[in-house]
């Protein structure tokens, strides 16, 4: 559903069909899931617990959906298929929140909740509930509901359904934090006790939890993970960028880190066991193995396509690089980049191919940090290409890796701008 289009009313998703890119069916819709906050603040859906043709049911989050349209929902195809289990932060819609008694803020009076409406926020891939669709009269009252008036209104037209300000339990915390950008909540994290740290990352999702790992310290990393199921454990390696997942799982005892990886997706466990084949604190082992790649006859909107995808980082949507066959690294015969700015004064219809800058000498995967640092110094780069002896793209190196291995040890600690006292330290 793309940004500014119309509102989804939840009851319209229940047995939904859902398909994969191919328009192969998947499953059915059957409950949408929500994360409240404190006050009165519209909730996130998080995502859809959708039933499998075996009856499984699995969570989909909405990172995954790229179209709601035509009653049926289009998903990218990556599923997984790991039996749904609601964390504490989160609540069913058809199964806590419809038929549910609140009260109206204006008038005081109570009211039943027969539908919600959910929609996308402009410009991002975030989705909230907007709207309740109630009916005046008493619960229970079969007559009553019948006659009553229903009308629709606005999140913040209601009360009942939002988390109290009260309390210092991880439902409260996490909700306090929701807005704080991955690195300042993984000070937060750093600076609570290991307790209380453990109970807000387990009530974090998978993608949020990923984010925030990258940004903490290694012993943190650690301890968290530990913590966590394996089967989650892995969910969130997945999540990860690549290159950060290796590290942490690099810093793992062996038999941990192996059925970790044999719980992964085959394709993601390769990935993980390429990077941490090469030395720390080269090309190859600070590489991301997920860069941007093009064919010579992608044209200059397919890359602009790609390049607007939210979910990349600014160092990594700077530039795309121009491979031949295969398209995930490592690729086929790496032939050149082309950068960002380049693409803004192309038409449309170019393609990329004519375009590329091949005089750029890419990074061996063997070169140190010191030579890395060099070459983002002398070309102003905020992102390079690596590529072995046989001229296939592995990877590319970005400008906030260099610096994170650049820094002292405890810069986290230094640059810790957060007003403590605002921050639950209490572990009990």
Known sequence: MAAGAPRIFVSHLSGVAVFDPAGDQVGRVRDLVVMLRVGQRPPRLLGLVVELATRRR????????????????????????????????????FGELL???????????????????????????????????VRKGRKGSAFRRAKGEALTVEWTAVTGFSLEEQGQGAESLLATFEQLRPADLANVLHHLSPKRRAEVAAALDDDRLADVLEELPEDDQIEILGKLKEERAADVLEAMDPDDAADLLGELPTDERERLLSLMQPGDAADMRRLMSYEDRTAGGLMTTEPIVLRPDATVADALARVRNPDLSPALAAQVYVCRPPDETPTGKYLGTVHFQRLLREPPPSLVSSIVDSDLQPLDPDADLHAIAGFFATYDMVAAPVVDEAGSLLGAVTVDDVLDHMLPEDWRETEFHLDEEEVATDGS
């Open 58 to 93: 699995i969570f989909l989050p909405m990172t995954r959906v790229t179209a709601i349209q035509s009653g049926q929902v289009i998903t990218t195809g990556v599923l997984n298929v790991r039996r749904f289990e609601q964390r504490p932060t989160e609540r069913l819609v």
């Open 99 to 133: 038929d549910r008694r609140v009260v109206l803020t204006e008038t005081g009076e109570e009211v039943t909740v027969l539908d919600l409406s959910v929609h996308q926020l402009p410009a991002r891939r975030e989705w909230e509930i907007d709207r309740v669709f």
